[in-house]
């Protein structure tokens, strides 16, 4: 059987940690998705940001059938073998004129998950590019450990409270993640990534799925919401619960988040981190 991924990308992944443009969705998709991105937008209450937009595929089948696109799974599986699960999903939208940066960091800083094999599936909404605050990476950076994170100082304007010291690393060699609509990229849970800034008259959109290969086990001390859909293949460690498939095409939750980026102070306090 065709591999969904070539040989040199997925040496690419193993050598830089990432991997983008890969086409999943096209132009005509694109509508039935924005239609739906604006029905869930219409579900948040007022106060409510897009932030809390996160696991809502456990309550929206618009989101799960995203987050179990054939192509998207496909090109997961060269990845991480033949027996994975979804856990996570969530929006990071930059509206037009949104200084609001994400700061560089580590994933698996922050998701109390064992072993360290994880991957994000970000896809593209919008075109993503240097003018509308498209993803940076440090190429590699996913082969060196987990790095201290550090607070940030004073009033921010960072989607996170922490910042991962970059000191070890040339930031001549970033690299930027550009994409079209309907593309997506993957990125380690251990690649050192961020983001500026949307200085543009330009949204730009993107929505993550974070996927594990079955050994991989939560502490649900840490994350008790943690639930997993099974992806592809077999579950023979069932290490962690499994979630129901939602009836409601389109849903929300209404949940405290403690898995990952905003539970950065809770788990910080916890003794999962190894590093
Ligand atoms: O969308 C962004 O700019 C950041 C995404 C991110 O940090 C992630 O996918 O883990």
Same mark, same amino acid.
């Given at each position: 059987?065709?591999?969904?991924?070539?040989? @040199? !990308?997925?040496?690419?992944?193993?050598?830089?940690?990432?991997?983008? /443009?890969?086409?999943?969705? +096209?132009?005509?998709?694109?509508?039935?998705?924005?239609?739906?991105?604006?029905?869930?937008?219409?579900?948040?209450? /007022?106060?409510?940001?897009?932030?809390?937009?996160?696991?809502?595929?456990? /309550?929206?089948?618009?989101?799960?059938?995203?987050?179990?696109?054939?192509?998207?799974?496909?090109?997961?599986?060269?990845?991480?073998?033949?027996?994975?699960?979804?856990?996570?999903?969530?929006?990071?939208?930059?509206?037009?004129?949104?200084?609001?940066?994400?700061?560089?960091?580590?994933?698996?800083?922050?998701?109390?998950?064992?072993?360290?094999?994880?991957?994000?599936?970000?896809? /593209?909404?919008?075109?993503?590019?240097?003018?509308?605050?498209?993803?940076?990476?440090?190429?590699?950076?996913?082969?060196?450990?987990?790095?201290?994170?550090?607070?940030?100082?004073?009033?921010?304007?960072?989607?996170?409270?922490?910042?991962?010291?970059?000191?070890?690393?040339?930031?001549?060699?970033?690299?930027?993640?550009?994409?079209?609509?309907?593309?997506?990229?993957?990125?380690? +849970? !251990?690649?050192?990534?961020?983001?500026?800034?949307?200085?543009?008259?330009?949204?730009?959109?993107?929505?993550?799925?974070?996927? @594990? %290969?079955?050994?991989?086990?939560?502490?649900?001390?840490?994350?008790?919401?943690?639930?997993?859909?099974?992806?592809?293949?077999?579950?023979?460690?069932?290490?962690?619960?499994?979630?129901?498939? %939602?009836?409601?095409?389109?849903?929300?939750?209404?949940?405290?988040?403690? @898995?990952?980026?905003?539970?950065?102070?809770?788990?910080?306090?916890?003794?999962?981190?190894?590093?």
């Amino acid at each position: 059987m065709t591999k969904a991924l070539t040989d @040199s !990308q997925i040496a690419q992944y193993h050598e830089k940690g990432y991997i983008d /443009a890969l086409p999943v969705f +096209d132009a005509s998709d694109l509508a039935t998705l924005n239609i739906g991105l604006a029905e869930e937008l219409n579900l948040l209450e /007022a106060g409510e940001t897009t932030k809390e937009i996160r696991e809502w595929h456990e /309550a929206s089948r618009f989101l799960f059938d995203i987050c179990m696109n054939k192509k998207i799974l496909d090109y997961v599986e060269c990845l991480l073998g033949t027996d994975y699960y979804l856990w996570a999903s969530n929006f990071f939208i930059k509206e037009p004129c949104s200084l609001e940066s994400v700061t560089w960091h580590q994933d698996a800083y922050y998701w109390p998950l064992d072993p360290r094999a994880s991957l994000t599936v970000w896809l /593209a909404f919008d075109d993503a590019d240097p003018e509308n605050g498209s993803m940076e990476i440090l190429p590699g950076s996913h082969k060196g450990g987990i790095f201290t994170h550090n607070r940030l100082e004073g009033e921010g304007s960072s989607v996170l409270d922490l910042e991962c010291d970059t000191s070890a690393f040339n930031l001549s060699t970033v690299e930027r993640i550009n994409m079209k609509a309907g593309q997506i990229s993957i990125h380690s +849970d !251990q690649l050192i990534h961020g983001s500026p800034g949307n200085p543009s008259d330009r949204r730009r959109a993107g929505l993550t799925a974070r996927y @594990s %290969p079955t050994n991989v086990k939560c502490d649900l001390s840490v994350n008790p919401n943690f639930k997993v859909y099974q992806a592809r293949g077999t579950d023979t460690y069932n290490y962690n619960p499994k979630a129901e498939v %939602p009836t409601e095409q389109y849903g929300r939750l209404y949940r405290e988040h403690l @898995s990952i980026e905003e539970a950065g102070e809770e788990a910080e306090a916890k003794t999962w981190k190894k590093d």
